[in-house]
């Protein structure tokens, strides 16, 4: 049985913490600023351009959100095989997920371009300048998701040996160059054609290929911590990767679902909802990402730790990951209360998505909490390789409790797009009181990756 953890140990893991979760979180935040800044720059070209996003946005995270989930397996196994000091199964590990992603990247791509008119048709909008601007930024964006999946792979190879600053340096550069492309082409500033939602698509194609390419040269190189130049491995690196990856990709897929069901919930409300909920989206991911950058940290940390039999040091990396989330997310939360409007009106300038954004986010505020408690206990589980348990967690909280109690709110109780808000924080309640009874049990230490 491992020993108590002394203040100083206690105090040296809060450091190391810190040192991975902070760029994680800006990392975070940079690599959804790609489409938050579309968001932006779109919701003050014009609300329909705005209300597109929630149709090429929805689509597109749920495919990236589904098979990034490789990425779990990456972290698990990476994490531990450098943790026990075995660099061959951790190279052979990043060798293997990030021939994975390229692959299935292509596949995926092919196949959604093919028969994207259709994907469009099944959300029940009938406004065509949406669903064109959602055509337009779709046949762009999709051609790069490759790109997107090596690149979330290749951060998740250097978050498991600890350097969450070279990912999070990329992704500043990358950004930098988004927000130059969408300024110039999205309005037809400085002689440039004007291209609207076409060209928030170019620029966010420009920066997933940034990120890709130079955190690809990184890892080319023989660093010390994994190497990409021997072969050797990879198939049995890759089934231990899929083994923890495969409930997460359930887990990915029912999310995907549900938040499919959750999106047409909200289109059923009408554009000015839909605009407005992508608003508040955007303003909301602030803090969701400073929660993930946490839940990230967490799950090297524990993964590390695990693999190196050092148990207590897993749990109480866990443990300062969700309170240090919390308290950060709930700090931020605090402008919802204050601020909301000067906060929407960053996303778009209409009164009417203002006004009807206000309540929700004090709604959102007090599910901040809840939400950040949720999403870093679930990243320490699955760095644990305890997947499978939170595939269900995951499962009922996106297929049954969401979708009741958003379906109660707005359609029984007619709360309109509020309704959709009190939804997903009953989900983050009850998601958050569930994972941690499940982490103040001891199974989850004991996980085989």
Known sequence: MS???????????????????????????????????DRI??????????????????FFWCVYGVLGAIAVGTIALVGRAIGSGDRSLASAAARSSLLFAVVVGIITTVCCLLNLKGIIALFPITDPSVTQAADKYLRLVLSALPLMLLTVVAAAVFQAAGDTR???????????????INYILIFGNYGAPELGVRGAAIGSVAAMAINAIVLLLILSRDTGMVTLRSYGGEWAALTRIWRVSLPVFGDRLARSFGYLGF??????????????????????????????????????????RLGAKQLQEATWSAVLAVVLAMGLQGTVSLGFIFIPAQLLSILSPDPQITATGIPCLYVAAVAQPFMAMSIVLEQALRGAGATQTTLLISMAGWLIV????????????????????????????????????????????????
């Open 3 to 37: 020993k108590k953890l002394t203040a100083k140990e206690q105090r040296a893991i809060g450091i190391a913490v810190l040192q991975l979760a902070l760029p994680l979180v800006g990392q975070s935040l940079l690599q959804t600023l790609v489409f938050l800044i």
């Open 41 to 58: 720059m779109l919701g003050h070209y014009s609300t329909a351009a705005l209300a597109s996003m929630r149709i090429s946005g929805t």
């Open 166 to 180: 070279t990912p999070f340096l990329v992704a500043l550069a990358a950004n930098v160059v988004n927000s130059l």
């Open 263 to 304: 999106t047409f919930m909200i289109a059923s409300l009408g554009g000015v909802a839909m605009a407005t909920h992508e608003a508040l989206t955007g303003v909301e991911e602030i803090c969701y990402l400073s929660a993930d950058g946490f839940g990230m940290a967490a799950a090297a940390i524990v993964a590390q």
């Open 402 to 449: 969401r979708l009741a109690a958003t379906y109660l709110f707005v359609f029984v109780l007619n709360l309109g797009l509020m309704g959709v808000w009190l939804g997903s924080t009953c989900d983050w309640f009850v998601r958050a009181v569930v994972l941690l009874v499940v982490f103040k049990g001891s199974r989850w230490r004991e996980t085989i990756v």
